[in-house]
């Protein structure tokens, strides 16, 4: 937008320039040929008189005349005289349609040499009249008071001088107005941005809204139409700030709430499970069990994924390779069980640090691990890969599973949403769900991709920790 608002105004000024200069640069340079064929012909007719006059004393002068025009200036001085030779000196024009005007109808012309402005020479013809017979037996402004044409002057005129005139003319303005366009941009630009800065504000609320900070609030500035915009924004980011900090509180509580529960309803059908030998009863309880167990992991989830949201912590450098390292512990155990290997490469050495809020990144990698194990089948290796690449630090987590279609890869950050795995459908579907809510929470980013071969990739972007400088 501030592109076009100062095209627009960089234009306008333009159009302005166009319509005050471009008129007076015509006008000057008609007035500069006006005024130039108007001095060349007043000398030609100034020889002319000489040449009509007829006289010896005035054919020496127009010779000595021309001489010296020829000399001095970069123009040629031509004369006819039909009668008795005068300023033989000087050149004779050569017969042309000019020429042949001012002799036989006594009509001085002007040739500038081309339809375009003018050419390289100006030519002035101007017939030569004898003196009248009898001086005031006629009006003098009348055509009978000349005598017979006697002859012509032609002046051959550079225009090379003029041409430099011209440049000069249309240059300057040209310089002008280049000058005056470059101001008007600057000036555009100043205006532009500052008739644009309540939008972009508005804009950077709206992206933080977007990155899911509903604490972002709009300057209340600008144009009245922009002012109510904003307050219109700050009023409906107020109330929906409101409303999702309920949600967080209610789902939080309720979470918190239902664990103590869950967990006496689960001792308490350990123990009707010790003292009941039927096996049909057994096998429901189990089964009550199993559901009591996805129940609580489910309360759990929502109450990691709630206390995410809230955005409590602040990131803080941590080393990978120690976080790697607890975690591969605990998941081993439960992986040997089922003949499943972990696998740990790349370069997550002690030297490598992330940006990661206290706890995400143990949250993170249990969901993850979880799931894999949960695909992958007995004796299948799950590969944990970390890695740097510039300002970021990508690990991956593949297992060997049977990996997801394009259409489920869509909605696995779903909150619910549960695919189809070897083990069955027991997750509470929020796994994915909390694991992008923390990963995005520290500034990463985390997608989903096919692993090598087959199974499924978790590849998780964390910001790398600025290295001090000792």
Same mark, same amino acid.
């Given at each position: 937008?501030?592109?076009?608002?100062?095209?627009?105004?960089?234009?306008?000024?333009?159009?302005?320039?166009?319509?005050?200069?471009?008129?007076?640069?015509? +006008?000057? +340079?008609?007035?500069?040929?006006?005024?130039?064929?108007?001095?060349?012909?007043?000398?030609?007719?100034?020889?002319? @008189?000489?040449?009509?006059?007829?006289?010896?004393?005035?054919?020496?002068?127009?010779?000595?005349?021309?001489?010296?025009?020829?000399?001095?200036?970069?123009?040629?001085?031509?004369?006819?005289?039909?009668?008795?030779?005068?300023?033989?000196?000087?050149?004779?024009?050569? *017969?042309?349609?000019?020429?042949?005007?001012? =002799?036989?109808?006594?009509?001085?012309?002007?040739?500038?040499?081309?339809?375009?402005?003018?050419?390289?020479?100006?030519?002035? +013809?101007?017939?030569?009249?004898?003196?009248?017979?009898?001086?005031?037996?006629?009006?003098?402004?009348?055509?009978?008071?000349?005598?017979?044409?006697?002859?012509?002057?032609?002046?051959?005129?550079?225009?090379?001088?003029?041409?430099?005139?011209?440049?000069?003319?249309?240059?300057?303005?040209?310089?002008?107005?280049?000058?005056?366009?470059?101001?008007?941009?600057?000036?555009?630009? #100043?205006?532009?941005?500052?008739?644009?800065?309540?939008?972009?504000?508005?804009?950077?609320?709206?992206?933080?809204?977007?990155?899911?900070?509903?604490?972002?609030?709009?300057?209340?500035?600008?144009?009245?139409?922009?002012?109510?915009?904003?307050?219109?924004?700050? *009023?409906?980011?107020?109330?929906?700030?409101?409303?999702?900090?309920? *949600?967080?509180?209610?789902?939080?509580?309720?979470?918190?709430?239902?664990?103590?529960?869950?967990?006496?309803?689960?001792?308490? @059908?350990?123990?009707?499970?010790?003292?009941?030998?039927?096996?049909?009863?057994?096998?429901?309880?189990?089964?009550?069990?199993?559901? #009591?167990?996805?129940?609580?992991?489910?309360?759990?989830?929502?109450?990691?994924?709630?206390?995410?949201?809230?955005?409590?912590?602040?990131?803080?450098?941590?080393?990978?390779?120690?976080?790697?390292?607890?975690? @591969?512990?605990?998941?081993?155990?439960?992986?040997?069980?089922?003949?499943?290997?972990?696998? =740990?490469?790349?370069?997550?050495?002690?030297?490598?640090?992330?940006?990661?809020?206290?706890?995400?990144?143990?949250?993170?990698?249990?969901?993850?691990?979880?799931?894999?194990?949960?695909?992958?089948?007995?004796?299948?290796?799950?590969?944990?890969?970390?890695?740097?690449?510039?300002?970021?630090?990508?690990?991956?987590?593949?297992?060997?599973?049977?990996?997801?279609?394009?259409?489920?890869?869509?909605?696995?950050?779903?909150?619910?949403?549960?695919?189809?795995?070897?083990?069955?459908?027991?997750?509470?579907?929020?796994?994915?769900?909390?694991?992008?809510?923390?990963?995005?929470?520290?500034?990463?980013?985390?997608?989903?991709?096919?692993?090598?071969?087959?199974?499924?990739?978790?590849?998780?972007?964390?910001?790398?920790?600025?290295?001090?400088?000792?």
């Amino acid at each position: 937008m501030i592109r076009q608002l100062i095209r627009s105004y960089v234009l306008l000024v333009a159009v302005a320039i166009a319509l005050f200069t471009v008129p007076v640069a015509f +006008t000057l +340079t008609d007035q500069l040929r006006d005024d130039t064929k108007l001095s060349v012909e007043r000398e030609a007719r100034t020889m002319a @008189l000489l040449l009509g006059n007829g006289s010896q004393a005035s054919c020496q002068a127009l010779e000595e005349m021309g001489t010296a025009y020829s000399l001095k200036t970069p123009d040629d001085v031509q004369v006819l005289s039909e009668e008795a030779p005068c300023a033989g000196e000087l050149p004779q024009p050569d *017969q042309d349609a000019a020429l042949t005007k001012a =002799l036989n109808e006594g009509k001085p012309t002007s040739d500038w040499g081309s339809s375009f402005i003018w050419g390289p020479h100006l030519v002035v +013809t101007v017939p030569a009249h004898a003196d009248p017979v009898v001086p005031g037996a006629v009006d003098p402004g009348a055509d009978d008071a000349k005598g017979p044409v006697v002859g012509a002057v032609r002046i051959e005129y550079s225009t090379e001088d003029l041409t430099g005139r011209l440049w000069t003319i249309w240059g300057f303005r040209a310089i002008l107005a280049v000058l005056v366009l470059a101001v008007a941009a600057v000036i555009g630009a #100043v205006v532009a941005r500052r008739l644009t800065r309540p939008l972009r504000q508005l804009n950077d609320m709206a992206s933080k809204f977007s990155d899911g900070d509903l604490t972002a609030r709009s300057p209340v500035t600008g144009p009245q139409e922009t002012q109510t915009l904003a307050r219109t924004l700050n *009023q409906g980011a107020e109330r929906l700030d409101t409303l999702m900090s309920a *949600q967080r509180i209610f789902v939080a509580d309720a979470s918190h709430q239902l664990r103590t529960p869950l967990t006496a309803l689960r001792l308490s @059908l350990d123990n009707i499970a010790d003292g009941v030998d039927d096996e049909f009863v057994k096998e429901d309880v189990e089964q009550a069990t199993a559901e #009591v167990v996805r129940m609580s992991r489910l309360v759990n989830d929502l109450l990691v994924l709630a206390r995410a949201e809230a955005k409590v912590t602040a990131a803080e450098p941590l080393p990978l390779s120690d976080v790697l390292e607890e975690r @591969l512990a605990v998941w081993r155990p439960a992986a040997d069980e089922r003949g499943v290997s972990i696998a =740990l490469r790349g370069s997550a050495d002690g030297r490598l640090l992330v940006l990661a809020s206290p706890g995400h990144l143990d949250q993170v990698l249990d969901n993850v691990l979880s799931n894999a194990l949960e695909v992958s089948p007995d004796g299948a290796t799950i590969t944990v890969h970390a890695e740097s690449k510039g300002d970021q630090v990508v690990l991956k987590v593949m297992d060997q599973g049977p990996g997801m279609s394009e259409a489920e890869k869509s909605r696995a950050f779903d909150r619910f949403w549960r695919g189809q795995g070897l083990t069955g459908r027991s997750g509470s579907g929020l796994g994915l769900a909390v694991v992008r809510q923390l990963v995005t929470d520290d500034g990463g980013t985390v997608a989903l991709e096919d692993a090598p071969g087959r199974g499924l990739c978790v590849a998780i972007s964390l910001r790398a920790a600025p290295k001090s400088g000792g």
